[in-house]
């Protein structure tokens, strides 16, 4: 499936946390957003295109060895995504 149809509730998302969203990587359709702190510690969050069932998967990590991953239904998604906010923020705190 496409991004298409879940591209307004990451802009949205994006917008409020003031993250800029990647959407294309080695050629690839992505998106993406790095979380910085002042010192320079990052993590990403990356979300995956809409399944077969709606669903929807949302990933971060902090480029190391720490990792968490949910698989919501699209109309959770805005809630996944301000959790991974949360998550990457104490990562890089």
Known sequence: MSYEWIDQ?????????RL????EYKDV?????????????????WIDPPDADDKVGV????????RADS???????????KSAYATALAWVS
């Open 29 to 45: 359709e992505v998106r993406s957003a790095d979380v910085v702190s002042s010192s320079g510690a990052k993590c990403q969050i």
């Open 71 to 81: 698989y919501v239904p699209v109309s959770q998604l805005r809630d996944a995504l």
């Open 59 to 66: 990933h971060v990590w902090n480029y190391m060895e720490k």
């Open 20 to 23: 800029t969203v990647y959407r």
């Open 9 to 17: 509730i990451i802009s949205a998302w994006a917008t409020d946390f």
